[in-house]
């Protein structure tokens, strides 16, 4: 008999793992009754078998939603009541992950040559080394609203593919007094037109490429060449201009500096105010690209980019091998771009026009190192404050951190935190970042019966999250299998823990964990408002000589 079947399902009962990589069960099954089967004997031998009916769904047909004891036993219900002929069908509640099929691919005709936007092996790559860029533009393809600041050697002002995003014409601060204007002034300044090509080149327009970042706005600023107080100046100037990131693809040359700091006090004093009194107090980002030589760029001599208030951004080449640039625990991030002096693919963008460029014609097909990386970074941010202008600078920090993608990890040796100093947090994942996301950590992983364990859920999301929750999956710990809520307000990023946890019997248990935005009650059409993952614990009896 059914009930029978069910008994002895409950005497295995164990839980079961969730891998938030895979698809993962719980104990709840939804049941159609079959037309010629009578509901009042099956749910009367439900009772007997310790499941219990939580909701009629519907009447005709009937549906009926059921809780055995654990996963393991949800999966065994499921198939002896189809097995038996009464349920036409019964399937254990499943959360797979979900992949967004939504994906926007622009009419530029380079597009196919931007491989760190989408990287589809076009050269023999590893498919995937990307930013997942057309992923993130079926969310938003940028703001006008929102201003990218380049400081660099000049951006040409009537490059066909930046013109329309150029939100003015700039300063030059390479002169004193600086001048308005900070098109590029010799045959030399082709560095910041493409740096700007990567950040907001003009998207779907026909032509060329596109930016990460389409419809975001360029101020160009001429520094290069600019001494220490012209470079803190031009720093004040984009944010009065209204800056909301500031992308840096320079730094100052080894012998510049100084054995007592990154920069001298001037220029930190600028770069400083600007991440904390920008934006009306949100703060400004500032992206730094580290140097292009596999040095440590934090400790003794550290560079411009080990500054704690900006973004340090590093390199992965593509085939998501790090390496290839600065390093050191002030890294926060790396980004697809080619190694310089390594033999990989570079990054199409604009170029200045004629013979002026990097190559004769409008776009460059080689750019890379970290001045490719840096306005990567930036533009993504571009993007995040394109959906929501109110984010401060740490929210913008937190979420670009908590979403990246965690390559080479063989080389890059993550902590339990998910940072190496040689890959910082990771690489940059536009589509992850516009969305919200959650981890489940629970440390240790591996425990003796009563032994206590923690329970941490870290969360973004760029419409700021109303609440994280966890519980156990049919742990046998009431305690632990209900929700564990903590309600937030509108924050980016946050991390939970909960400790002084523990369970008493030996065995495999599964818990999963929830993050719903601020926007959950009043939904967009098309759009996630929550992220689900799980994790497991294993609950071990140890004798003397055990080690974890």
């Not at 929210?395 to 080479?408: G, Q, W």
């Not at 516009?434 to 240790?444: A, D, E, R, W």
């Not at 980016?492 to 008493?504: D, I, K, P, R």
């Amino acid at each position: 008999m059914l009930a029978l079947s069910l008994a002895a399902a409950c005497a295995a009962a164990n839980g079961a793992s969730l891998d938030g990589d895979g698809p993962a069960t719980t104990e709840r099954v939804i049941v159609r009754v079959a037309a010629d089967a009578a509901w009042t004997d099956l749910a009367a031998e439900l009772e007997r078998a310790n499941v219990r009916v939580e909701a009629i769904l519907t009447q005709a047909p009937l549906r009926v939603l059921v809780r055995a004891q654990s996963p393991a036993e949800g999966a065994r219900l499921a198939a002896e009541l189809e097995a038996s002929g009464r349920a036409a069908y019964a399937v254990p509640e499943t959360f797979r992950p979900i992949e967004l099929r939504s994906r926007h691919v622009p009419n530029d005709p380079l597009f196919g040559e931007q491989w760190a936007f989408e990287n589809t092996g076009q050269a023999g790559q590893v498919t995937g080394a990307d930013v997942d860029a057309p992923e993130a533009w079926a969310v938003t393809l940028g703001s006008p609203a929102v201003t990218i600041a380049v400081l660099d050697d000049g951006v040409q002002l009537d490059h066909p593919d930046l013109a329309a995003n150029i939100a003015a014409s700039g300063r030059d601060f390479t002169v004193y007094p600086p001048v308005e204007g900070a098109q590029p002034r010799t045959a030399a300044d082709r560095h910041g037109t493409s740096v700007a090509g990567i950040a907001a080149a003009r998207g779907d327009n026909g032509i060329g490429v596109s930016g990460i970042c389409p419809r975001c706005r360029i101020l160009p600023i001429r520094v290069d060449g600019s001494s220490n107080l012209g470079v803190a100046e031009a720093f004040r100037y984009a944010v009065a201009q209204g800056a909301d990131v500031i992308t840096n693809s320079w730094g100052y040359a080894p012998s510049a500096r100084r054995r007592d700091a990154a920069v001298d006090a001037a220029v930190r004093d600028a770069i400083d105010s600007a991440a904390r009194d920008g934006r009306g107090g949100r703060g400004t980002l500032i992206v730094f690209g580290m140097t292009n030589e596999a040095v440590d760029n934090c400790g003794e001599h550290a560079d411009i980019s080990a500054l704690d208030s900006v973004v340090a951004v590093g390199v992965s080449d593509h085939n998501d091998r790090i390496g290839g640039s600065g390093f050191g625990d002030c890294m926060d991030l790396v980004a697809p771009s080619t190694p310089e002096r390594i033999d990989t693919k570079g990054s199409a963008t604009t170029d200045r026009t004629g013979l002026d460029g990097h190559v004769d014609g409008d776009y460059f097909m080689a750019f890379g190192g970290t001045s490719a990386a840096a306005p990567l970074v930036a533009g993504v941010a571009g993007l995040l404050l394109s959906l929501n202008p109110d984010l401060t600078r740490t929210d913008l920090e937190r979420i670009l951190e908590h979403t990246a993608d965690k390559v080479d990890a063989e080389h890059a040796g993550y902590d339990a935190a998910g940072f190496s100093p040689r890959a910082g947090y990771g690489r940059v994942n536009a589509a992850r970042a516009l969305v919200p996301s959650v981890k489940i950590t629970v440390q240790p992983a591996r425990v003796a019966p009563g032994e206590p364990f923690s329970v941490t859920v870290a969360a973004s999301a760029p419409l700021g999250l109303r609440s994280v929750l966890w519980r156990g999956a049919a742990t046998g710990d009431a305690a632990l299998d209900g929700p564990h809520t903590q309600r937030l307000d509108g924050e980016g990023y946050a991390a939970v823990t909960w400790s002084m946890l523990a369970l008493e019997r030996p065995g495999t248990y599964a818990f999963e964990a929830v993050a719903e935005d601020a926007e959950v009650g009043e939904p967009v059409s098309g759009y996630p408002h929550g992220a689900w993952t799980g994790a497991s614990l294993t609950v071990v009896e140890r004798t003397d000589d055990d080690s974890r």
